[in-house]
């Protein structure tokens, strides 16, 4: 099943594992495993550049684990941006200010408590500020990016940078759009329901120990 807009890089390599057996000689060894990381880092640089061009303008989707971009013009509109750093930018006027702050209270106490950062774009694409997120976020592995967009149906979308995936079974993002950004909710609810819904959602989330069952439930 896929909820279009979600997106979850799975090309941004977790880990990489080099094997010992070589029959090559040491200094060949090293040279191919200098080659190989700066390969994989140009790798995962354009990987997550492509991903975020797809993912803040309009969309990537989750089916079956397997991210892939949809066939959309990417969108790039600093102008968008507030002047001052905001960790929730709401180009779409879903919240009031007294939601935004409080989302914005509990984005900085997930920040200090777990060391992932959330961010949160609410917009109506293709009004959005799109790829120009990336740098004003300072977007990493460590970094969960929350779209909330209405365009296709699931008002909740994500990017999930590669840290969090080691920690965060990706079947929470999936069940988390499921419950919470499906048309019927948000149409009766509001978009500003589903938003802090997702948001506390996650901070349980990323605040459970790392284990087999952690995020098994959407609370």
């Known amino acids: 099943m896929a909820f279009l807009l979600q997106l979850h890089p799975p090309f941004l390599a977790k880990h990489t594992r080099v094997s010992s057996r070589l029959s090559s000689p040491s200094n060949s060894s090293t040279h191919n495993s200098v080659d190989f990381s700066n390969s994989l880092a140009e790798f995962r640089s354009k990987s ?30 600093p102008e968008l941006l507030p002047q001052e750093f905001r960790t929730v930018i709401d180009a779409a006027g ?49 970094t969960i990016v929350f779209v909330a967009d209405p365009t296709f149906g699931n ?11 080691l920690d965060i079974p990706r079947s929470f993002w999936s069940r988390l759009a499921g419950k919470y950004g499906n048309i019927f909710y948000w149409k009766e609810k509001g978009e500003d329901a589903s938003i802090e819904a997702a948001v506390m959602a996650i901070s349980n989330c990323l605040r459970e120990p790392v284990g087999r069952n952690n995020c098994s439930e959407v609370k």
């Not at 799109?130 to 977007?139: C, E, F, N, P, T």
């Open 94 to 142: 879903f919240l009031s200010d007294g939601q935004e702050k409080r989302l914005a209270l509990e984005i900085a106490d997930i920040e200090k408590d777990t060391g992932f950062k959330l961010r949160v774009l609410a917009q109506n694409y293709p009004d959005t500020p799109g790829l120009a997120i990336k740098d004003y976020w300072q977007v990493d592995d460590r």
């Open 48 to 77: 997550l550049k492509f991903a975020l061009s797809g993912a803040l303008s309009l969309a990537l989707s989750i089916s079956s684990g397997v991210g892939f971009a949809e066939g959309k013009v990417g969108v790039n509109k």
């Open 155 to 165: 008002i909740i979308n994500f990017n999930v940078g590669a840290s969090v995936d």
